[in-house]
């Protein structure tokens, strides 16, 4: 009964925890089926149009799929930022695959001069918040030609330094016992990487992965600044510029957008974890 | 492990068809944005000079008529001239029957002579009258003077009457009075004054009778000679006279024409107003239209119109697809309503009375710098307005979208407008057609004309 009682104590918390993290999604839920007056009529007092406090209703009091409509049928600008979007998230993806993962590989399995050095400034560089970095960046692109490109996004996040970090952790897990075994059964290293490393650390692979993804999906800053021409914006540049009188369209919008980020997220929830739980480990 | 795998392969499941649910829509957002948007045709502002072309139909009408009169009460032998006809100067219209005409003519002449014996008799009684007038008042007056001699005679009797008894009364009173005695002084003395008053009372009767005596004479000497009313009779008659003599030169001129009626100058027929076998009224018995003096084309310009004719206007005249130059408008008169009625006057032989054709005026006002097509300009409630094209850089590249424009309009016809200077610039891109409803702010596509 002890027991019992104690799960009930901790889970009514944590339930009531769940659902105020929750509510946003549910505020986007609801809002993508209500008309624009009536969430008018709710919000605002926050948006300074109305007096007194703003409520909100879990079932919309007269449901409409006007939003939706207009979001699938009359919002072309809509799918084209969805699609740049999905372009740089899928060219960092590959540029972390290609790229991360290697070093990583490199920094966990072997020893060479400055590896500890290197391994510094790569923490260095992951403390790094985007605005300290973000003139250097500028002036390297604007040298190579590739502002206002959507090379100039994915390039600074397919050389990220937070993925190599995670798959880093999860590489050096792996047992040298197991990469001696292969050596001495005649593997290269480059096979030991493909036929061991990469099987073996998918875990980090993959949690690295869905955090990037989860990165991209929500970059702002990084667009803003090398992106001025509007037809290269990714979709989180395009839901601010949804006026407020088109909150139910806006809310909408936002749902649509988070569905591929809740399916990653079930997809890797396992490996996050995992991932999360390796950052954790100090070395 | 095997819930969470198959949570896995879920999840991947929903995603994938996420994309391809999202590309679907991609390709019918497309499609449908591209139904929605407008296309649009654009221009330029330009200097250009507005035209008014102003066309109204009307019709050709005398300029002038005049009426042909007959003598009234004549008796119509022959009409020879329907209406619309053309006629020659001295060509006869109609015919009047002679016999009855020299029966009106001895009709007249016999009216004339009764008056003429009318006014004769009525002189010869004024005459009279007026000699039995002059003697009644030269009677009068002898009367009057005979009257008052005699009367003056009565009043100087009475007078001496009058005094003789005073003198005796008052005798008697001095001879009292110097002591003489009397018998009866006081019986002697009344009646001494009883006389007196007696002869005074006599006096005044003589003096009233006089004065009424003469007022009496002198009203007969004044009704004698008062003036007798006027008597205009002979005048009337003399003038009666002179009319039936009038009547009488008519008829005879008439017939001396064989009761012919003739047209003075060539000229159209507009009115008939006598019939064959009837008698003549006291109307015109044919009116003409003067050829000589020209004919008229009439219209009528509608309100719209009407700021654009003014007199003097060069106009053409089209009839039956061939186009008469040359003409301008003659008079204008304005109508209650708005409308003008123009006339044109005429001396084209091309043209016959009653024909319809159709005028047209072409005018051009000044240059001006901002001239759109007519098209391009909007109106509601407020004001005129254009919308301009703007480009701008959205999320789907460059886009057309439109905006609105207040302008105000110097002129306009049918084709461009002309709007103030100042508003729009020489390289602005102004909607002139549309094949869809648009306000500002619509995203548009530029459609090649």
């Given at each position: 009964m002890n027991k019992k009682r104690k799960r009930i104590l901790i889970c009514i918390p944590l339930c009531a925890a769940a659902v105020f993290a929750?509510?946003?999604?549910?505020?986007?839920?609801?809002?993508?089926?209500?008309?624009?007056?009536?969430?008018?009529?709710?919000?605002?007092?926050?948006?300074?149009?109305?007096?007194?406090?703003?409520?909100?209703?879990?079932?919309?009091?007269?449901?409409?799929?006007?939003?939706?409509?207009?979001?699938?049928?009359?919002?072309?600008?809509?799918?084209?930022?969805?699609?740049?979007?999905?372009?740089?998230?899928?060219?960092?993806?590959?540029?972390?695959?290609?790229?991360?993962?290697?070093?990583?590989?490199?920094?966990?399995?072997?020893?060479?001069?400055?590896?500890?050095?290197?391994?510094?400034?790569?923490?260095?560089?992951?403390?790094?918040?985007?605005?300290?970095?973000?003139?250097?960046?500028?002036?390297?692109?604007?040298?190579?030609?590739?502002?206002?490109?959507?090379?100039?996004?994915?390039?600074?996040?397919?050389?990220?330094?937070?993925?190599?970090?995670?798959?880093?952790?999860?590489?050096?897990?792996?047992?040298?016992?197991?990469?001696?075994?292969?050596?001495?059964?005649?593997?290269?290293?480059?096979?030991?990487?493909?036929?061991?490393?990469?099987?073996?650390?998918?875990?980090?692979?993959?949690?690295?992965?869905?955090?990037?993804?989860?990165?991209?999906?929500?970059?702002?800053?990084?667009?803003?600044?090398?992106?001025?021409?509007?037809?290269?914006?990714?979709?989180?540049?395009?839901?601010?510029?949804?006026?407020?009188?088109?909150?139910?369209?806006?809310?909408?919008?936002?749902?649509?957008?988070?569905?591929?980020?809740?399916?990653?997220?079930?997809?890797?929830q396992e490996y996050l974890e995992q991932g999360i739980a390796a950052t954790a480990i100090k070395e | 492990m095997r819930e969470n795998r198959a949570m896995r392969i879920y999840a991947a499941r929903i995603l994938a068809w996420f994309f391809v649910i999202m590309f679907l829509f991609t390709a019918v957002s497309r499609v449908t944005a591209s139904f929605t948007v407008a296309r649009v045709v654009v221009e330029n502002p330009s200097s250009r000079r507005i035209s008014h072309v102003v066309i109204a139909d009307g019709i050709v009408e005398k300029n002038q008529e005049f009426a042909v009169v007959c003598e009234q009460g004549l008796l119509v032998k022959t009409v020879y001239v329907s209406m619309g006809q053309r006629v020659a100067a001295g060509d006869v219209l109609a015919e009047i029957d002679m016999r009855q005409l020299e029966e009106q003519i001895d009709l007249v002449r016999e009216e004339i002579h009764i008056l003429e014996l009318t006014n004769q008799d009525a002189a010869a009684v004024q005459n009279k009258n007026a000699e039995d007038a002059a003697v009644n008042l030269a009677r009068a007056k002898q009367d009057y003077e005979q009257i008052a001699a005699d009367m003056d005679v009565a009043v100087a009797r009475a007078a001496e009457a009058l005094q003789s008894a005073k003198d005796a009364y008052y005798g008697f009173e001095d001879t009292i009075r110097a002591g003489a005695e009397y018998e009866n002084i006081f019986v002697e003395l009344a009646a001494r004054e009883a006389a007196m008053k007696a002869a005074q009372e006599a006096y005044d009767d003589a003096v009233r009778d006089q004065s009424a005596a003469k007022k009496n004479a002198a009203r007969a000497v004044e009704d004698a000679g008062a003036s007798q009313p006027d008597d205009h009779s002979i005048e009337i008659g003399k003038l009666q006279i002179g009319q039936k003599q009038r009547i009488l030169g008519r008829l005879q001129e008439l017939s001396d024409a064989g009761g012919k009626i003739t047209a003075p100058v060539e000229s159209i027929v507009t009115g008939i107003a006598v019939e064959t076998g009837q008698k003549t009224s006291d109307t015109a018995a044919v009116t003409l239209a003067d050829l000589s003096s020209g004919m008229r084309f009439v219209v009528k310009i509608a309100k719209p119109d009407a700021g654009y004719v003014s007199a003097g206007d060069e106009v053409t005249l089209i009839k039956n697809g061939n186009r008469f130059s040359g003409f301008f408008i003659d008079t204008i008169k304005s109508c209650e309503d708005g409308s003008l009625d123009a006339s044109v006057l005429l001396n084209d032989a091309s043209f016959t009375i009653g024909e319809s054709a159709t005028m047209e005026i072409s005018k051009q006002q000044a240059a001006s710098q901002t001239t759109v097509s007519r098209n391009a300009l909007c109106q509601d409630n407020t004001a005129w307005f254009v919308y301009v094209l703007d480009k701008k850089d959205t999320v789907l590249g460059e886009q057309y979208f439109v905006r609105r424009v207040d302008v105000r309009v110097k002129d306009k016809n049918g084709s461009y407008a002309a709007l103030e200077d100042g508003v729009l610039a020489a390289d602005e891109m102004i909607v002139s057609d549309s094949d869809r409803y648009i306000e500002a702010g619509s995203r548009v596509r530029l459609q090649k004309p």
């Open positions: 929750v509510s946003p999604v549910l505020f986007l839920l609801t809002g993508t089926f209500m008309g624009t007056r009536e969430i008018a009529s709710y919000i605002g007092p926050v948006l300074g149009e109305d007096e007194g406090f703003a409520v909100w209703r879990l079932m919309p009091l007269y449901p409409t799929l006007a939003n939706v409509v207009e979001l699938l049928l009359d919002s072309p600008e809509f799918f084209h930022m969805f699609w740049n979007t999905a372009k740089i998230t899928c060219g960092v993806l590959a540029g972390q695959l290609l790229f991360g993962t290697p070093a990583a590989w490199g920094l966990a399995r072997y020893a060479f001069p400055g590896k500890k050095k290197i391994y510094m400034c790569y923490i260095l560089l992951m403390m790094m918040p985007f605005q300290v970095t973000m003139l250097s960046e500028y002036l390297v692109l604007d040298a190579m030609g590739l502002l206002d490109t959507l090379w100039a996004v994915i390039l600074p996040g397919a050389f990220s330094t937070f993925p190599p970090f995670i798959m880093y952790r999860f590489f050096c897990g792996i047992p040298e016992s197991l990469i001696e075994a292969a050596r001495v059964d005649g593997a290269g290293e480059i096979m030991i990487f493909f036929k061991i490393g990469i099987p073996v650390g998918s875990s980090g692979i993959i949690s690295a992965m869905v955090l990037q993804f989860l990165e991209c999906q929500s970059m702002i800053e990084q667009p803003s600044v090398f992106l001025k021409t509007k037809r290269l914006w990714p979709l989180a540049l395009y839901l601010p510029e949804i006026g407020l009188k088109e909150a139910g369209f806006a809310l909408c919008a936002s749902f649509v957008a988070l569905i591929p980020a809740i399916c990653i997220f079930l997809s890797g | -």
